[in-house]
């Protein structure tokens, strides 16, 4: 069993970055692929990226590419989201998941969520 809390979210101003962190309970975290959800009012939740269990290897949503960073932390049993250069559009509940692979967060095969984070971003 794994129980994931997310913290970090918040309001910010359009172009500026926040940190998310996903903090979870459990020895079996290093074994997990980590990834991140949204979900915007009215929308479905989709994955904005993942990372690998051992942090070797990561995905991203195209629209985030080049402004978001995932990495983890094994000794901490912690993963975190960095996002930058943030836009409006960008606003949403983040939700962190834990997953057998990062082909599995792609398709939303999620074993463990966590309860999200709020960020909005003003324009």
């Known amino acids: 069993q794994v129980q994931l809390v997310e913290s970090g979210g918040g309001l910010v101003q359009a172009g500026g970055s926040l940190r998310l962190s996903c903090a979870a309970s459990?020895?079996?975290?290093?074994?997990?692929?980590m990834g991140w959800f949204r979900q915007a009012p009215g929308k479905e939740r989709d994955p904005v990226g993942a990372i690998s269990a051992s942090g070797g290897s990561t995905y991203y949503q195209d629209s985030v590419k080049g402004r978001f960073t995932i990495s983890r932390d094994n000794a901490k049993n912690t993963a975190y989201l960095q996002m930058d250069r943030l836009k409006p559009e960008d606003t949403a509940v983040y939700y962190c998941?834990?997953?057998?692979?990062?082909?599995?967060?792609?398709?939303?095969?999620?074993?463990?969520w966590g309860q999200g984070t709020q960020v909005i971003v003003s324009s």
């Open positions: 998941a834990a997953a057998i692979d990062t082909r599995a967060v792609r398709i939303g095969v999620v074993d463990y």
């Open positions: 459990g020895r079996t975290f290093s074994s997990y692929a």
